[in-house]
């Protein structure tokens, strides 16, 4: 499977680049979040060779209508995470997918065809990036943490989210040692798995944003929880809790206001 898994991600890897440095004009699903044709065009060519190849497997995706399709033995698909990025030609932006065998992470992809930065990882196999494998950061010292966040498309309409984003950050700024905001929660996931964030916490993600990215951390020695500690479910659970586990209980503690 995984030969032919990422010999179809990176052919849709070439329509994402196409679009990348194309003009392109934008529908807005909702107040801040955006669509192109290229999101639906890379989803639809994902979908039309997953279902040829891995008949096995039902298809969970992010333009899709997803209402009759059971989680179950599925392949979860964000075509372009981080179409803001996207859209305004910032770097970081990756064609994620995740399957899932029994509802439990199997393989992982988080392509970004921009900068040709392809992540895999299997079930007990380990985290690749470009073939090397990756490892999480040591550091277990939060104040000389690097960490990353999101800000959820309904902090521009939820007043309880914007406040609940902007205490969290109140919190947790001053004991470590920067946030990042990158815009695309599967990178932020794999960014923690190579090392290079030794945390990132985010609310209201959708299961194809982070259904490659868990595993792929996993695999690569981090932690994932939900914020109460717990196994972070798809498509239940509020806030996700990922780091290189070394920071995990006291970036939980700060997280808790
Ligand atoms: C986006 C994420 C981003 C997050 C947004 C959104 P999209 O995914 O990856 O990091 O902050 O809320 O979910 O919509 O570009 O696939």
């Known amino acids: 499977m995984k030969k032919r898994l990422i010999k179809i991600v990176k052919k849709a890897g070439k329509i994402l680049k ?3 440095y194309s003009d392109k004009s934008v529908r807005f699903k909702a107040k801040k979040d955006l669509v192109t044709i290229y999101d639906l065009a890379v989803e639809k060519y994902l979908k039309k060779e997953f279902s040829k190849y891995f008949k096995e ?3 969970i995706a992010e333009e899709s ?3 009759n399709i059971e989680f179950g033995n599925s392949i979860i698909i964000d075509p372009i995470d981080g179409t803001t990025n996207f859209v305004n030609k910032v770097p970081h932006t990756a064609i994620s997918v995740g399957v899932y065998k029994d509802k439990k992470p199997y393989m992982a992809i988080v392509y970004n ?3 040709n930065e ?3 990882a299997k079930k007990d196999h380990g985290a690749f990036l470009n073939g090397k494998r990756i490892s999480v950061s040591k550091e277990d010292d939060l104040q000389k943490s690097l960490l990353a966040t999101g800000f959820p498309y309904s902090s521009g309409e939820n007043v309880d989210d914007l406040n609940d984003v902007v205490g969290k950050i109140k919190n947790v700024l001053p ?3 920067d946030i990042r905001r990158l815009g695309s929660a599967s990178i932020d996931l794999c960014m923690v798995a190579k090392g290079v964030f030794e945390g990132y916490y985010e609310m209201n993600l959708k299961a194809w944003d982070v259904s490659a990215g868990i595993l792929i951390l996993s695999e690569a020695g981090g932690k994932v929880t939900n914020i109460n500690s ?4 798809l498509f239940e659970d509020k806030y996700i809790v990922a780091t290189n586990s070394y920071i995990h209980e006291k970036l939980l503690n700060k997280l808790d206001i």
């Open 113 to 115: 065809p921009i900068l």
């Open 118 to 120: 392809l992540y895999y």
């Open 230 to 233: 717990e196994e972070y479910k």
């Open 175 to 177: 004991h470590c040692q």
């Open 57 to 59: 497997f039902n298809i």
């Open 65 to 67: 209508n997803n209402n």
């Open 18 to 20: 196409k679009g990348y």
